[in-house]
């Protein structure tokens, strides 16, 4: 038996607290020719983290082993990554085995959660997006005032500016740009 795991370490790159990271996969494969026994897969001790088999897996010593036979299809784990904090995080997947090269194989995963500045929140795209009553102006949510971007966000050069409808207007150029938070 050969154990084959793709790819070799999961990693979830910056992921919003409170929403689901795209979900990552992960194969367990025979390239050997006897039968590749799974003997047990031990799953991180972190919450953020989560795992979804395409088979039953043996969990603890004494759970009967998965065969996978030389040419079979492989095992497909689905991996999910939800922060609950703005940290770094990082653990193993072990997989042990009778690959006589990895009898224990461990499988880095790990991802970074980050927060949203204030006064905004993770919308269902698990974008940032600005509470009600606040605007994005650069990377900052702002309350709507004649001194902020304003709940029109207009560029300046569209501004009248002998109105003085913009008081961050100076000489037809903003201070900073306008923008959906996204």
């Known amino acids: 038996p050969e154990l084959d795991v793709t790819p070799a370490q999961v990693d979830f790159g ?4 409170g929403a689901s990271a795209p979900t990552r996969t992960l194969t367990i494969a025979n390239q050997g020719a ?3 026994r799974i003997r047990r897969v031990t799953e991180p001790d972190e919450p953020a983290f989560s795992f979804e088999y395409s088979r039953p897996v043996p969990r603890i010593d004494g759970d009967p082993p998965l065969v996978i036979s030389s040419g079979q299809e492989p095992l497909v784990i689905t991996v999910s990554f939800t922060p609950t ?3 770094a995080y990082g653990s193993f997947l072990g997989v ?3 690959d006589p090269d990895a009898l224990e194989l461990p499988v880095t995963v790990k991802g970074v959660g980050i927060s949203c500045q204030a006064n905004a929140t993770v919308n269902a795209m698990g974008e940032c997006e600005c ?3 606040f605007n994005a102006c650069g990377e ?5 005032s004649p001194t902020s971007c304003g709940a029109a966000c207009t560029d300046c050069t569209a ?3 002998s109105a003085g ?3 961050l207007c100076v000489a037809g150029a903003c201070d900073y740009a306008c923008k959906p938070l996204h």
């Open 14 to 17: 910056l992921a919003l607290v």
């Open 85 to 87: 904090s703005a940290q």
């Open 165 to 167: 409808t913009d008081a």
């Open 140 to 144: 900052a949510c702002v309350a709507d």
């Open 34 to 36: 006897g039968p590749l």
């Open 96 to 98: 042990l085995s009778n």
């Open 131 to 133: 509470l009600p009553g």
């Open 159 to 161: 501004v009248n500016l």
